[in-house]
């Protein structure tokens, strides 16, 4: 992936600097596309992205639209630090003489996908929770008839609340619910992203041996994002709907991924797994557009190579 050696220390620093700057710029978007994702027919509160994002602010004030940001913040350093370096080791492993065929891209980025939803799944089950617990709040107020009748109104949990309650009621697998969505979109999404942007990144370099531009790897990483964003869109639908846990009375339950896809089917039609396409694709093209720039900006490398060595 990249065209000079970088020590694992620096791969993890980068992608957790990435991480933490990308989901700070898009995270309000990313929001939108959980309320969009989780509303069933009967209970649209919302028609596009920007109505979700003006009716947060009205309702829950411009930091409404920053619930869950903790958790994403916390989190997302480890996931992003994971799946960067996980792929330049099966890269560096698979390759020939420092070549790669396609195939052998797209075994890399199956591994790195693989190996972040470790930490993906517990970060998305407690996010989305927090992302759309105002949308419940907002259908208590306006839609009424889709409360479940005897449930009483309580305050949003904290992440840590909700952790406590998912580990005490249902152990460390309660943290771990849609694993089996989240690798089906995870792994495909990786599959894509990065041997789409490796040779997009390709394209870009100066002579053979020199490196891309910073903003070729920039436009690189949002156009392989955003593509692979999209693609994989209709599991992250399935996730989304598997990990939500507070529902109103009209809305489905669903016992697993072929469940979720057949009363998504029947009940909302096929253009329900494109739900919040447009506000994940927003997401992830700066996301990983900002990832690719750092990681080959080489910003820890600057800061590590501030740090002093220790005498032999």
């Given at each position: 992936m990249a065209d000079k050696q970088i020590s694992l220390p620096a791969k993890l620093i980068n992608g957790g600097i990435a991480g933490l700057i990308g989901v700070t710029c898009v995270f309000p978007i990313d929001l939108a596309k959980t309320r969009l994702q989780n509303q069933?027919?009967?209970?649209?509160?919302?028609?596009?992205?920007?109505?979700?994002?003006?009716?947060?602010?009205?309702?829950?004030?411009?930091?409404?639209?920053?619930?869950?940001?903790?958790?994403?913040?916390?989190?997302?350093?480890?996931?992003?630090?994971?799946?960067?370096?996980?792929?330049?080791?099966?890269?560096?492993?698979l390759s020939v003489d420092g070549k790669l065929t396609l195939v052998k891209e797209m075994l890399a980025g199956c591994g790195a996908?693989?190996?972040?939803?470790?930490?993906?799944?517990?970060?998305?089950?407690?996010?989305?929770?927090?992302?759309?617990?105002?949308?419940?709040?907002?259908?208590?107020?306006?839609?009424?008839?889709?409360?479940?009748?005897?449930?009483?109104?309580?305050?949003?949990?904290?992440?840590m609340q909700l952790t406590r309650m998912l580990l005490r009621e249902k152990g460390i697998a309660g943290l771990y619910k849609g694993l089996g969505a989240t690798i089906l979109r995870d792994v495909p999404f990786s599959i894509i992203y990065f041997?789409?942007?490796?040779?997009?990144?390709?394209?870009?370099?100066?002579?053979?041996?020199?490196?891309?531009?910073?903003y070729v790897s920039f436009f690189s990483g949002c156009l392989a994002g955003s593509t692979a964003a999209v693609a994989v869109n209709p599991v992250d639908v399935i996730k989304t709907r598997l990990q939500s846990l507070n529902r109103g009375s009209t809305e489905d339950t669903y016992s697993g991924v072929v469940d979720c896809i057949r009363k998504i089917l029947r009940n909302e039609g096929p253009g329900a797994f494109l739900k919040g396409a447009y506000c994940r694709a927003l997401v992830i093209a700066p996301l990983f557009g900002i990832a690719q720039v750092v990681y080959f900006l080489g910003v820890a490398e600057y800061f590590l190579a501030l740090l002093p060595k220790k005498d032999k």
């Open positions: 069933q027919n009967g209970c649209r509160l919302y028609t596009s992205m920007s109505d979700c994002l003006i009716k947060t602010i009205r309702s829950e004030g411009y930091f409404g639209m920053y619930r869950g940001a903790a958790v994403n913040l916390t989190l997302v350093t480890p996931e992003k630090a994971i799946k960067l370096a996980a792929n330049d080791f099966f890269r560096q492993h996908g693989a190996c972040q939803v470790v930490i993906t799944t517990p970060m998305e089950m407690l996010k989305i929770q927090l992302q759309d617990a105002g949308r419940i709040a907002a259908q208590r107020k306006l839609m009424p008839e889709t409360v479940v009748a005897g449930t009483v109104e309580a305050k949003s949990p904290t992440a041997p789409l942007f490796a040779n997009l990144n390709q394209l870009g370099k100066r002579g053979v041996e020199g490196p891309a531009p910073f």
